[in-house]
């Protein structure tokens, strides 16, 4: 417990949840702004129904690209200062300690997540919208789940690669796991060799758009994909497992 909160204390002092609630006071402004000429589906996207879960799309991304930053150098820079000595003097496991500093990771993601739906929130009762407060608020379930999927994953690769490619990486899969809708469509065209291995790569890529599109549903009253979130569940399984079994040679 005291790892994890060592993390968020330092990841705090880097002013990482400063930097979100910019982010999420820009973007929310931007979006709310008069925007009446943009429609989706036919419908002005003023229409705030139409509007918060194109910005849940938005925030989870951001908060999926903050769970990035967070994790990438967590664990390789806690080795860098030999402070993992000191932890196995203590008889911490290496298993043990990479899952408290991931955790720490999560833990910061979701402040910054929550700090841009709370964002959200304000700007939807400054738009008179408040009967989606709630929704909003268990749509935060979601931003958890994409948050501490790319923190788990961005964490396992860091244990074993350099930070420089544990980044590409995970932008990489951070990037197409968030258009991943678009990519199955651009590629159900694709036949041959190219396309076989194409689909079959998409397939193992997390599907955040999926994990997004249910907060929207969630707010427009749609029905909820629970086949998404159990496969969105099992990711942070495989993980959580990685990084319990992956060691690093330095300890």
């Known amino acids: 417990m005291e790892i994890m909160k060592n993390v968020v204390r330092e990841k705090i002092r880097k002013k990482m949840l400063y930097v979100a609630t910019a ?3 820009l973007v929310v402004a931007m979006f709310s702004s008069d925007m009446g000429s943009l429609t ?6 003023n ?19 903050i769970a990035l930053a967070v994790s990438c150098t967590t664990i390789p820079l806690e080795y860098e200062r030999r402070t993992s000595h000191l932890i196995w003097s203590r008889g911490v496991s290496q298993a043990r300690y990479h899952m408290d500093l991931t955790a720490g990771n999560i833990l910061v993601a979701w402040i910054s997540g929550a700090i841009l739906y709370i964002t959200l929130a ?4 400054l738009k008179g919208y408040e009967e989606i407060i709630g929704k909003i608020v268990l749509a935060m379930v979601f931003m958890m789940l994409y948050t501490a999927i790319v923190c788990m994953l961005t964490s396992a690769l860091s244990i074993k690669l350099p930070t420089v490619f544990t980044v590409t990486v995970m932008v990489i899969i951070l990037v197409c796991g968030a258009l991943r809708s678009a990519l199955n469509l651009f590629l159900a065209a694709m036949t041959g060799p190219a396309g076989i291995i194409s689909k079959g790569a998409i397939r193992i890529i997390p599907d955040l758009a999926g994990i997004s599109k249910q907060a929207g549903n969630l707010v427009q009253n749609k029905p909820v994909n629970v086949h998404v979130i159990i496969i969105g569940l099992f990711m942070v399984w495989i993980a959580g497992l990685l990084i319990m079994l992956l060691k690093r040679e330095e300890a």
Not at 40 to 45: E, L, Q
Not at 53 to 60: A, K, W
Not at 122 to 125: D, I, K, N
């Open 23 to 25: 982010l999420g006071i």
């Open 122 to 125: 304000v700007f939807s009762v």
């Open 47 to 65: 229409d705030y129904y139409v509007l918060v879960p194109v910005l849940m799309n938005v925030m989870n991304f951001l908060a999926g690209a």
């Open 40 to 45: 989706i589906g036919g419908k002005s996207i």
